[in-house]
């Protein structure tokens, strides 16, 4: 498992999350989307488990990410599908520490 950080500080760190935007995250080498709701972040595979496609412009909704080719839908928390027929959506481990946001993604 390897552990990425972002920012210096839990500050920094909500800083430069804007909430309710999709953020494209290079975690050393992996593409991945990071998203802030209010006070919780989501980190999840940047691209739809049914076709493909970026879920870079994604739309959010309370907890959801629907893809924008095809309308899947996913809870971005378990990654469970909402609506369509794939396999889920792999998430990671987020923690928003005062040493900043820990994302962990397991080794492939």
């Known amino acids: ?3 990425f950080l972002i920012g210096a500080s839990k500050s920094q760190a909500e800083q430069m999350i804007a ?3 999709i ?9 991945i989307a990071l998203v802030r709701q209010k006070d919780e ?3 999840f595979q940047s691209t739809c488990p ?3 496609a970026s879920l870079l412009q994604g739309d959010l909704d309370a907890g959801i990410i629907r893809c924008s080719l095809h309308g899947y839908s996913f809870d971005l928390k378990s990654g469970e599908v909402q609506l369509g027929l794939c396999s889920a959506l792999k998430t990671y481990s987020v923690e928003l520490t005062e040493e900043g ?3 962990s993604v397991p080794n492939e």
């Open 41 to 43: 972040f989501f980190a």
């Open 101 to 103: 946001l820990k994302i």
């Open 23 to 31: 953020h494209q995250i290079d975690l050393d080498g992996q593409i």
């Open 50 to 52: 049914h076709r493909g």
């Open 1 to 3: 498992m390897k552990v």
């Open 19 to 21: 909430e309710d935007t």
